[in-house]
């Protein structure tokens, strides 16, 4: 299937991965306010030195496209999508939210309820069950959880505390999975596992946030 790469920025950091086996051969973080870091471009540079590879053997890029800090993710993002197009080669997005999910399903059962804090109130919500997205929302966090969790028995929570919705959803059992990020790990080995599928990749991505059609498709449903 080739070498993959996959930038996640929709932490607190920078993160890059970078091999082509079930795990990464390398993997780089940096923090944005680290005096030291130079730069994505450098980031994902040094990965590829490690891993014992260059540019040109990067087969697919995997992005994680947010919610998390819009410029942060726009920069990365717009990175991925020129050196995509740079080598020729496509694009495997994912939300934040979503990789959350994967995570918590290695040790966890579902349905999952994966939430990003937003500005003003506002939360990134999204549900999947079965290994499926059920909904997608976004909008005030006291009104977003229970609308899109209220009519559970119970849900595996990531993203936040357990107390920070526990009084949101009466009478559902919540289990706090301690995921509170995405992970550029789980980023790397969904994108190998995308790349057997060329239908998953794409040639230009695009970051998400409170905008985003996915959210507003969700809503009007």
Do not use: W
Request: contains cysteine; aromatic residues 6%; proline residues 5%.
């Amino acid at each position: 299937m080739g070498f993959a790469l996959a930038l996640e920025a929709s932490s607190r950091t920078y993160a890059a991965a970078a091999g082509d086996g079930e795990r990464p051969r390398a993997q780089r973080v940096s923090r944005r306010d680290d005096p030291a870091f130079t730069g994505l471009g450098d980031l994902v540079a040094q990965t590829l030195a490690e891993s014992g590879a260059a540019f040109r053997d990067i087969a697919a890029i995997a992005v994680d496209i947010g919610p998390g800090g819009l410029s942060s993710m726009r920069a990365a993002v717009a990175y991925a999508n020129g050196l995509a197009f740079s080598l020729g080669v496509r694009l495997f997005p994912i939300t934040s939210l979503e990789l959350m999910a994967i995570a918590a399903a290695e040790k966890h059962d579902g349905p999952f309820l994966c939430l990003r804090r937003g500005t003003g109130g506002n939360t990134y919500a999204g549900l999947f069950a079965d290994g499926q997205l059920a909904e997608l929302r976004h909008g005030p966090h006291d009104s977003v959880v229970p609308s899109i969790a209220g009519g559970l028995d119970r849900v595996s929570l990531a993203g936040v505390p357990a107390a920070d919705v526990a009084g949101l959803l009466p009478g559902v059992t919540i289990t706090d999975t301690g995921i509170a990020e995405a992970d550029v790990t789980v980023l790397y080995q969904t994108a190998r596992a995308a790349m057997s599928d060329p239908e998953r990749l794409v040639p230009i991505a695009s970051p998400v946030n409170e905008a985003s059609l996915i959210f507003h498709n969700q809503a009007a449903r």
